[in-house]
């Protein structure tokens, strides 16, 4: 157990609808991170925030978003859901210390993940 | 950018073989190396890692030496089991994108009685 958790585990829903999908990071973790994991494209790196604020995008698409709430659990949020948005969404943290240059902080512990199928 | 490459899989072993995945890097810097491991169904956990060069990760059973000289970090286990089955991915931490990590395609490994 990672510390990590994440809801729904699983999502079946629509083309065109809007899904949320929530993160709760390990204690004391201030950095999350949202990757998508499908067949053809790998682990594709999302979208990053820290204590709150966003630090780094990715290739995310302008119909997704995220945000993380003052107890630091992030959601995502997929909209005019496509089939190609089919995928593992997983969330991670990190204790993410940027300023820090200690390299061993970007550890990062990953949740089971959210498995979204769209139809 | 920053970037692993991992050996195609998948890789079919038989219980009690040995073990090499091998994975390269390309990156500005000496970043931290991780190996991942997906089981099936499930998350990713992190196995290994190494922060600076001829640092050598273990954990399980498995080994990995950051190798500055070949920009190397394979993977390697003496004697795998049919638990090990799974898929295994190389990471490094990308500096342009919040230190967010870059993984290889991954290996799926099959261990067979």
């Known amino acids: 157990d990672s510390g990590v958790t994440q809801t729904p585990k699983h999502l079946i829903t629509a083309t065109g609808q809007r899904v949320t999908l929530r993160c709760s990071p390990r204690s004391g973790d201030l950095s999350v991170y949202w990757y998508q994991q499908s067949l053809d494209q790998g682990l594709q790196f999302l979208i990053q925030y820290y204590n709150g604020e966003e630090r780094a995008k990715g290739n995310i698409l302008e119909r997704f978003s995220a945000q993380q709430f003052p107890d630091l659990h992030s959601e995502l949020n997929l909209s005019s859901l496509e089939l190609g948005d089919s995928a593992l969404y997983f969330c991670?943290?990190?204790?993410?210390?940027?300023?820090?240059?200690?390299?061993?902080?970007?550890?990062?512990?990953f949740g089971p993940g959210t498995r979204l199928t769209v139809t | 950018g920053d970037s692993v490459t991992q050996m195609e899989g998948p890789v079919t072993l038989s219980e009690e073989a040995f073990l090499t995945i091998n994975c390269t890097y390309t990156a500005t810097g000496y970043p931290s190396l991780f190996w991942y491991v997906q089981y099936p169904g499930e998350g990713l956990q992190l196995l290994l890692k190494?922060?600076?060069?001829?640092d050598k990760g273990s954990n399980k059973g498995f080994e990995a030496t950051y190798r500055k000289e070949t920009t190397s970090f394979h993977l390697e286990k003496g004697s795998v089991q049919v638990s090990d089955s799974a898929v295994y991915f190389c990471a490094l931490p990308n500096s342009n994108s919040g230190y967010a990590l870059n993984f290889g395609k991954g290996t799926s490994l099959l261990v067979t009685p």
């Open positions: 190494a922060t600076k060069a001829d």
């Open positions: 991670a943290s990190s204790v993410g210390d940027l300023t820090s240059g200690r390299t061993s902080s970007y550890e990062q512990y």
